[in-house]
């Protein structure tokens, strides 16, 4: 599944990015930030108007807030562990 | 040496950099700009415990080398040696948040790899205890290669330890464990280094995820921010009364003095009528700015702007912007300055230029002098219900008009001049932290003396310029002094253009010096009243009102606000948004558009209210 249909609360590691769908400085900004290949992540938050815009995601021990259309790009698998 | 060598701090965003400059160099700090861009740089001197004074820069946060945004550029430049006119630091100090390692040292990893010589501060390990962390900064010195010392900042905590360090920094040559690294693997060195430096690691305190999950809660967060910025905006005008009447009464006593102790004559109405009403009028309004940028900091300070803008985003996305583009445009509400040197952390270059293009639509503290005394003079004070007074709701909707408009324009603009592919947002919310006082504090005077600098130099050499206009030629007995003078003359001119919009003579008098700023506006007003009126101990200040109410009608008085809504007078702004976009294009296209929507809103204010019988 892709991140940003990831329930709050639930734990993912990122399989995959399709960083081709992303512009070349959000790539390398949500690389810089530690959203890449193998990373755990959770989603913390979500806007409540427009289905649940931009979203809040826990990595490591940073909130880093995305638009849904990043998380749309990452692929996670679900991990069965519920804290990072 | 002739030059003190040159230390430069470093790291991510959020590692507690300013704070720690702050401690190192105390007040006596410059601000100016890196020439050709508008990201500050922030200077200042430290003395080592050598003795020997160095000049300390505090580089803008960045996540890498590799810029993704107009301040990393600088960050990446600066560092190499490659920003014009500015010589390469001689020691760099790697700032790290000690709770965020495994994030920090991928950056440490690659300024470190430079080979030039540097130390690593390992700042906030009070945070770190606070969340359960024991960290052993030996186990950091071994892998990195220089010195690391834990600090913290806002307690001058390790700052002397740091001080030996960057005094017996030196070149190195890093090992190939720096060299070399792919990002992914320094990333995962990071991760292996991070884990080896955490000696022990009790159950986190997530204080700050339980206050997101308040202040970031679907419905609750948006409600939080409105009553917020409510609170901001009733402090600005109802705290700052006090203070700003103080101030008043201040430039009118001196106004009597000067007038009582000096004999009559063109000098001492120079001094009277156009430096002490000129700058008095417009200095008064600082109260009001403290207040804001007292706010606007420790919103910034505490971490919840970036909460704000995460709530704004969804918003901004609707007129093509993003949450990002929030920040900006709340500062721009103290000033447009300041606003739009907080674009430099868009990374989107059309977002970006929609946003600074759109600012000077945000009230700024420089429109209330005007507002508030054309309010005063023709808005009755009378409750309209429920405690809310006409002539409050009056500046409210003046502000919710530069908001709609600047909507409204940012719309049109992302899908003409601006167009590109829909901007992003991605941004670290920060952990919570209370503001600190002294770090507020030295924000604070920063920007009040900026203010008062401008009303030093530019508003009085405006004013000043403006009385000489105004009372040569000298009038004939039986002329007007106004209809004589030269700014009277020019003004005739220029009232050709306005009349259609329902502006006189005297309006189109103060609207030529406000385009250096738009509180000049009421200075001039003033100053030319005073000219004006033959009664020697007159105070315009107190008088201006009822001069004004003599001879405006009610719809000019309208017009004149909706005027001041759109219109770009700001020499100030149109310098830096020439600065900010490198070239005349844009500042002359904000000119021309913000113009045409000033003269548009003044002339439909005007006839509308004259066909409603106002």
């Known amino acids: 599944m892709t991140l940003d249909v990831l329930p709050i609360g639930k734990t993912a590691r990122i399989v995959a990015v399709d960083w081709a769908a992303l512009v070349p400085e959000e790539a390398r900004r949500l690389r810089a930030l530690g959203l890449e290949e193998g990373a755990r992540v959770a989603v913390a938050h979500r806007g409540v108007l427009g289905g649940g815009d931009p979203i809040a995601l826990a990595v490591g021990r940073m909130t880093i807030a995305v638009r849904r259309a990043h998380a749309a790009a990452i692929d996670v698998e679900l991990l069965e562990r519920v804290d990072i | ?614």
């Open chain 2, 1 to 614: 040496m002739s030059r003190p060598r040159k230390v430069a701090l470093v790291g991510n965003p959020n590692a507690g950099k300013s704070a720690l400059f702050n401690a190192l160099t105390g007040a006596r700090q410059k601000i100016a700009n890196y020439p050709g861009v508008t990201v500050e740089r922030k200077s200042g001197r430290f003395i080592l415990p050598t003795g020997e004074p160095v000049e300390m820069t505090d580089l803008p946060g960045a996540y890498g080398l590799d810029p993704t945004s107009p301040d990393e550029e600088v960050t990446s430049k600066v560092i190499s040696g490659r920003f014009p006119g500015e010589a390469a630091p001689d020691v760099l100090v790697v700032v790290l948040d000690a709770s965020n390692l495994e994030q920090h040292l991928v950056f440490a990893q690659e300024v470190l790899a430079l080979g030039k010589p540097a130390v690593v501060a390992l700042n906030m390990v009070d945070l770190a205890e606070r969340d359960g962390l024991t960290l052993d900064p030996g186990v950091l010195e071994e892998e990195l290669g220089v010195r690391v010392v834990p600090t913290v900042a806002v307690r001058r905590r390790g700052l002397s330890e740091l001080g030996e360090a960057i005094a017996a920094a030196e070149a190195r040559h890093p090992g190939p464990g720096l060299t070399n690294l792919k990002p992914t693997e320094r990333r995962v060195a990071a991760h292996a280094m991070a884990d080896a430096a955490i000696l022990s690691e009790s159950k986190r305190h997530r204080l700050h995820a339980r206050l997101d999950r308040v202040l970031l809660n679907p419905w609750l967060g948006p409600v939080i921010l409105l009553v917020l910025l409510f609170v901001v905006f009733q402090a600005v005008f109802a705290w700052a009364t006090p203070f700003a009447d103080a101030l008043d009464a201040g430039v009118g006593w001196l106004h009597d003095g000067v007038k009582a102790v000096m004999p009559a004559g063109l000098v001492r109405d120079l001094i009277t009528d156009g430096i002490i009403a000129g700058v008095g009028a417009v200095v008064v309004f600082l109260p009001q700015i403290v207040i804001l940028f007292a706010f606007i900091l420790a919103m910034e300070a505490s971490g919840y702007m970036a909460r704000a803008a995460f709530l704004m985003d969804r918003l901004m996305a609707h007129v093509g912007l993003s949450g990002r583009s929030f920040i900006p445009l709340l500062s721009s509400f103290a000033c447009a300055i300041p606003g739009i040197m907080a674009t430099r952390s868009i990374s989107d270059p059309k977002d970006r230029l929609t946003t600074i293009l759109i600012a000077p639509m945000m009230t700024c503290s420089a429109r209330l002098p005007v507002y508030a005394v054309i309010i005063a003079a023709f808005i009755p004070n009378t409750n309209v219900g429920g405690g809310v007074g006409l002539q409050g709701l009056v500046l409210f909707a003046l502000y919710v008009a530069g908001v709609l408009g600047a909507m409204l324009v940012a719309l049109i603009l992302r899908r003409s001049v601006t167009k590109g592919a829909a901007s992003g947002f991605i941004m670290e919310l920060p952990k919570y932290q209370l503001p600190r006082l002294k770090d507020m504090a030295i924000g604070l005077w920063q920007r009040a003396w900026i203010f008062l600098r401008r009303a030093g130099t530019i508003i009085f050499t405006v004013t000043v310029v403006l009385w000489v206009l105004l009372n040569f030629p000298q009038a004939k007995p039986g002329e007007s002094q106004v209809d004589a003078s030269i700014a009277g003359k020019l003004a005739n001119g220029l009232s050709v253009v306005v009349e259609p919009i329902g502006f006189n003579r005297d309006m189109a008098l103060a609207l030529i010096p406000a385009m250096a700023a738009r509180e000049v506006a009421v200075s001039s007003l003033a100053t030319t009243y005073a000219v004006d009126a033959s009664d020697d101990d007159d105070r315009q200040a107190a008088e201006l009102g009822d001069q004004l109410k003599s001879r405006w009608t009610l719809p000019m008085a309208l017009a004149f606000l909706a005027w001041f809504v759109f219109a770009p007078q700001c020499m100030s702004t149109i310098a830096v948004t020439r600065r900010e976009t490198n070239g005349w294009k844009w500042p002359a296209f904000m000119l021309a558009y913000l113009f045409g929507l000033a003269y548009a809103a003044a002339g439909l204010t005007y006839w509308i209210a004259v066909s409603a019988g106002l």
